[in-house]
């Protein structure tokens, strides 16, 4: 197997004490079609799975799922969770266009409700969410208060936050052990992919400070593993 590349800048092995951001929207052709054709299932079901054991009082009413991707989260959360309507939201049209052919199969899908938009920029009314999720998205911002901050905006009193990111590693040598361990045998771009994602993710200690900036300090940031944090929580009334 080819050797991920590092980026550029400095040496294979520096430390990563300070993120290197990687473009914000995921839209080149060969992008989408690698992760439309990848095989997530295992990893997008825990995802939904872990939503639910984090709020086994069941949400009720609109998810919000920044950053959806080709939308086979929203898909799963709404075949595990009967009362819900999500709206599904991604900047890049592309992995929106992907999300159409999921969602073509009807049944669950027909509660789900796909929206081309860029956080902050949301076109919500503030207050009328009743949940927030979002899985591997955070990473590719470059700025991560307003995320936050967006995410506050428009979600009701009591609404649940359950968002799930990379961790970024302590070296690009890590990064590189990690991509091996986990996608040695994934394709070129997902590989590639995921090593640059790791070099721009945030630490559990950062994004706790975002979260304190941005009011929601009542809803915990914890590792969960040795590549991933979690956000989950009720955000509190303004």
């Known amino acids: 197997m080819a050797e ?9 092995d520096d430390r990563l004490d300070r993120r290197i951001p ?34 086994p009082e069941r949400v009720r009413g609109t998810v919000v799922d920044l950053g959806c991707g080709p939308a086979d989260i929203p ?35 027909r509660r789900v409700r796909l929206l081309a938009a ?31 901050r967006e995410v ?10 359950f968002v799930m990111d990379l961790s970024r590693p302590v070296s690009r040598a890590g990064a590189r052990e990690i991509v091996e361990r986990y996608a040695g045998q994934e394709s070129a771009i997902l590989r590639r992919d995921f090593y640059n994602s790791l070099l721009a ?16 300090e009542r809803c915990r940031c914890e590792a969960i593993d040795d590549r991933h944090w979690l956000v989950a929580g009720r955000i509190a009334a303004g």
């Open 4 to 12: 991920v590349p590092p980026q550029e800048g400095g040496l294979p």
């Open 118 to 148: 860029r956080v902050p920029a949301l076109p919500l009314r503030g207050g009328v969410v009743d949940a927030c999720i979002s899985n591997s998205s955070l990473h590719h911002l470059p700025e991560p208060v307003p995320f936050w």
């Open 75 to 109: 898909l799963r959360l709404a075949r595990a969770v009967p009362a819900l309507e999500i709206l599904a939201i991604d900047a890049a049209r592309a992995m929106l266009d992907a999300g159409r052919r999921v969602l073509a199969s009807g049944g669950a899908a």
């Open 201 to 216: 993710a945030f630490t559990v200690a950062e994004v706790r400070s975002q979260l304190a900036q941005s009011g929601l």
């Open 152 to 161: 506050r905006r428009i979600a009701r009193p009591g609404a649940a936050l």
């Open 22 to 55: 990687e473009p914000e929207l995921m839209d080149e052709a060969d992008q989408v079609e690698a992760y439309a054709a990848a095989d997530f299932a295992d990893v997008n079901q825990g995802f939904v799975d872990r939503f639910c054991q984090s709020f």
